[in-house]
C-alpha cells in the first residue's frame, strides 16, 4: 500500500470512528449502596474498560426509596449540564414478586437481575485462585476439595424456602424484619450451611401462628418467581447472604481464618465481569 492509499486508510477510520462516537454523552452512575462508590467504580472500570470514560460521577443515595426519590427528582438528565445522563441502578430485590407494578420502567432505570450486586461477585474461578492462595495447591486439588458446586447447589436448595418466606413477609407484613435478621439464625457458621437443629422449622411455625394462611401465600409467591426465572432461587436470594454462607464454608474447608471485607474485595476484583453485559450495554447505548 502506498502513503495515498495509508491516508486514506487513516482518513475512513478516524472518519468511522468519528460516528461511533460522536453522541457520547457523559453518564452519572447513581447507585444505592452509601459508602460503596470505590466498590462501583472499580467494578465499572472492569466492565466498561476503555470506554469507563463516559462516567462523570458515581453518586450512592443509601437505599432504594432514596434512589427512586433521586429519579424522580432530577431526572435521566444533570439539571447543570443536559449533555450529562442520569443512569440509576437498582437492587431487584423481591421487587419482581411482590410489586412489579411499582417498578420503574425508563431506559434510564436498571434493576439488577438479581437480588443485590453482590449476587454476581459469587464466582467459582474467583473461589478457586481465593482459595488457592490458603491451601497452596494446584488448581485441580484446589477445585476438587472446594467443590463449588455443591456449595452453590446445597446453599440455594436450602435458603431458598428461607427467603420464599422473606419475600412473602415483604409483600404482607413489610413492617416485620426479614432480610436484615441475623445469619446465624439460619446458617450453621461452622459449615456455612442451614442449621441442624430445627431452627428454620420453629421460624416458619412462628410465622404461621401469625397468619394462618402464610404457606398458600408463600406459593403464590414461589409461582410468580418460578414462572420468571424458573426453578433455580439462586436470584431470590440475598448476595450479601450467600457470601457469608460462602466464606463460612471456605473457612471449614481450608482451615484458616478468613476476613470476610478482604475476601468481598477479592471477589470484587475477580468475578467474571461478564455477567454484568447487559448493564453495560444498556450504558453505552444509552451514552451513544
Known amino acids: 500500500m502506498n502513503n495515498s492509499d495509508d491516508l486514506q486508510y487513516s482518513s475512513d477510520a478516524l472518519a468511522a470512528r468519528f460516528l461511533l462516537f460522536q453522541g457520547l454523552y457523559k453518564i452519572n452512575l447513581l447507585v444505592e449502596d452509601k459508602d460503596k462508590e470505590y466498590e462501583?467504580?472499580?467494578?465499572?472500570?472492569?466492565?466498561?474498560?476503555?470506554k469507563y470514560t463516559v462516567i462523570?460521577?458515581?453518586?450512592?443515595?443509601?437505599?432504594?426509596?432514596?434512589?427512586?426519590d433521586w429519579y424522580h427528582e432530577f431526572g435521566t438528565e444533570d439539571k447543570n449540564n443536559s449533555q450529562i445522563k442520569?443512569?440509576?441502578?437498582?437492587?431487584?430485590?423481591?421487587?419482581?414478586y411482590v410489586k412489579s407494578e411499582t417498578m420503574i420502567k425508563h431506559p434510564n432505570f436498571i434493576y439488577l437481575e438479581t437480588y443485590n450486586i453482590e449476587n454476581y461477585y459469587i464466582d467459582e474461578e474467583a473461589c478457586i485462585q481465593?482459595?488457592?492462595g490458603k491451601m497452596k495447591c494446584l488448581d485441580k486439588t484446589v477445585k476438587e476439595k472446594l467443590d463449588f458446586s455443591r456449595?452453590?447447589?446445597?446453599?440455594?436448595?436450602?435458603?431458598?424456602?428461607?427467603f420464599l418466606v422473606y419475600c412473602c413477609l415483604a409483600k404482607y407484613y413489610p413492617n416485620i424484619e426479614t432480610v436484615s435478621r441475623k445469619i446465624g439464625l439460619f446458617i450453621n457458621t461452622k459449615t456455612g450451611f442451614e442449621r441442624e437443629d430445627g431452627a428454620f422449622k420453629e421460624y416458619l411455625n412462628e410465622i404461621k401462628r401469625l397468619d394462618t394462611n402464610i404457606q398458600e401465600k408463600i406459593d403464590e409467591i414461589k409461582k410468580i418467581y418460578n414462572n420468571l426465572n424458573g426453578n433455580n432461587y439462586f436470584n431470590l436470594i440475598c448476595g450479601k447472604f450467600l457470601i457469608r454462607s460462602l466464606s463460612f464454608y471456605i473457612r471449614s474447608i481450608t482451615g484458616s481464618k478468613m476476613d470476610n471485607e478482604d475476601f468481598r474485595w477479592y471477589l470484587i476484583n475477580h468475578f467474571d465481569i461478564e455477567k454484568l453485559n447487559y448493564v453495560k450495554e444498556i450504558i453505552l447505548k444509552i451514552a451513544s
Open 86 to 96: 442520569n443512569i440509576f441502578i437498582a437492587d431487584g430485590d423481591f421487587d419482581r
Open 151 to 162: 456449595w452453590k447447589t446445597t446453599i440455594v436448595d436450602q435458603a431458598s424456602k428461607l
Open 40 to 50: 462501583y467504580e472499580t467494578i465499572f472500570k472492569r466492565l466498561l474498560g476503555d
Open 56 to 68: 462523570v460521577g458515581i453518586f450512592a443515595s443509601g437505599g432504594k426509596p432514596k434512589l427512586i
Open 130 to 132: 481465593y482459595v488457592k
